[in-house]
């Protein structure tokens, strides 16, 4: 025997979001996870320049950063518009650089001094004079690992 | 007096929180990795020693200039940075024992037995002061790619895979095989003014 229903509208009932935030909240996990906030503020306009074999830099405790490039507009009137270098937050002097690098191995754990990375942050456009006498400054400093910074070419414009 | 139902808490206004939080990582994040290209420096130089005068057979380096211009000069002629991969791959590989290219000698490999390696052989990349980053950039980039693609080469050739898929020991063969030699000179400032 077929039960009767009543003949009452049938309501479709409200959808749940209590589940919401939840999905929310691990999409906002990934996202906290995944971000990599900025380390500095660039003092200096830094376009890095295209490569295709490039390499991940693996570990970032492992990394420090030296950036060279032209002083952006705000800075130009105090440091004018000729390359100059940036040590994390400050404009430095290439004498400093020796200095900065051994007091940076030494702040490190024992065990991974040897494994120091610097990373050359430079603009594209910059000379190759003051790169080479970074690079000569991180040699006298016992830095030999480098790492050019450099973004993935899509496509071939010589 | 009848106990009062504590209300529950309404956890509608959660989902906007989570939301306003969401909104300020995605715009906060920078997901790009950093990437580059991974040089090693020589050792230093004692300051009070002169600098060492390494005899190197001619015919074992390959010499890229890079003036202020941004040209490159290869072992004596121009060349566009499109082609000095190719340059660079038969240089290093040496298929035909050419005289004018670097010399192969027999050597013992794991996986490969006796093979003759071009191990003497040193590329030696020279700028000006005033060339500009990105060229120099480009051309540590065709070096790189031209050893990346050896190996991947003789990768696939020998145990049919990709040279990145190798495991360790493989890679290492291959790397004695092909080892990667890019030297920096001492600077030096090829006329021009400072």
């Known amino acids: ?158 | 007096m009848a106990k009062r139902k504590c209300p529950e808490i309404n956890a509608s206004s959660m989902a906007d929180i989570a939301f306003l939080l969401l909104i300020f990582f995605l715009v906060t994040t920078t997901m790009s990795v950093d990437k580059g290209l991974s040089r090693r420096l020589p050792q230093p130089l004692p300051p009070d020693m002169e600098k060492p005068s390494v005899e190197v057979n001619k015919r074992n380096t390959f010499i890229v200039l890079l003036n202020s211009n941004n040209q490159l000069l290869v072992q004596g002629e121009f060349l566009n940075v499109k082609d000095l991969r190719e340059k660079a791959k038969t240089f290093i590989k040496n298929e035909f024992n050419d005289p004018n290219m670097p010399v192969r000698k027999p050597m013992e490999v794991d996986y490969f037995g006796t093979v003759e390696v071009t191990k003497d052989h040193i590329i030696s990349l020279q700028n000006d002061r005033m060339t500009q980053y990105q060229a120099y950039i480009e051309v540590q980039n065709e070096l790189v790619a031209a050893y990346n693609e050896l190996r991947d080469e003789l990768s696939r050739a020998k145990f049919g895979i990709a040279y990145e898929a190798l495991d360790e020991d493989r890679q290492k063969a291959i790397q004695t095989i092909y080892p990667q030699k890019i030297s920096e000179a001492e600077p030096k400032n090829y006329g021009g003014k400072k």
Do not use: C
């Not at chain 1, 830094?46 to 990394?63: D, G, H, Y």
């Open chain 1, 1 to 158: 025997m077929a039960k009767i229903r009543k003949a009452g509208k049938k309501e479709v009932p409200a959808l749940s979001t209590s589940s919401l935030p939840d999905l929310i909240f691990s999409l906002l996990f990934f996202f906290m996870v995944a971000t990599s906030m900025k380390e500095v503020t660039y003092m200096v306009e830094i376009r890095v320049p295209e490569a295709t074999e490039l390499q991940k830099l693996e570990k970032k405790s492992l990394v420090r950063y030296i950036y060279m490039g032209t002083p952006q507009r705000e800075y130009q009137k105090a440091y004018g518009t000729e390359t100059r270098i940036q040590l994390d937050d400050a404009f430095a002097d290439i004498r400093q650089l020796e200095d900065y690098v051994v007091r940076e191995r030494s702040a490190m754990k024992e065990d991974e001094q040897s494994l120091l990375t610097i990373s050359i942050k430079a603009d594209k456009d910059t000379k190759m004079g003051i790169v080479t006498d970074v690079k000569q400054a991180l040699r006298r400093a016992y830095a030999l690992k480098i790492n050019y910074a450099a973004s993935q070419r899509t496509e071939y414009h010589p």
